[in-house]
């Protein structure tokens, strides 16, 4: 099982950035998947999920501002965000797992992290 995140970069406050992961050698349609993100010296945390069905669960830090989708017929997971901060500066990392539950524990596959920067 891989997964491949992308889309990571540097923004501005405000600003706008599309990350991906990229999911193979598992039956992405039937898992649910979560993007966490991990700042310096602090815990990880789960910024958002997607289960199978499509129902979707946000950080409230990110409610209004960042948008989790699924692709299935390209094995893709999304996180639009908008609205950026200094503040979710951090590595994003893609999590699929079974479900909801084992989402937010980390359960599951994990791929390899993007750094998004927020900063003017």
């Known amino acids: 099982v891989q997964l491949q995140a992308s889309g990571g970069g540097l923004a501005q406050p405000g600003g706008s950035l599309t990350l991906s992961c990229a999911a193979s050698?598992?039956?992405?349609?039937?898992?649910?998947a979560g993007w966490h993100r991990q700042a310096p010296g602090k815990q990880r945390e789960l910024v958002a999920a997607?289960?199978?069905?499509?129902?979707?669960q946000y950080q409230d830090s990110v409610k209004g501002r960042f948008t989790i989708s699924r692709d299935d017929a390209k094995n893709t997971l999304y996180l639009q965000m908008s609205g950026l901060k200094p503040e979710d500066t951090a590595v994003y990392l893609c999590?699929?797992?079974?479900?909801?539950?084992?989402?937010?524990?980390?359960?599951?596959?994990w791929g390899r992290g993007t750094q998004v920067t927020v900063s003017s």
């Open positions: 997607i289960n199978s069905a499509g129902s979707t």
């Open positions: 050698g598992v039956r992405f349609d039937f898992n649910a």
């Open positions: 999590n699929l797992a079974a479900d909801f539950r084992r989402v937010e524990r980390g359960e599951g596959y």
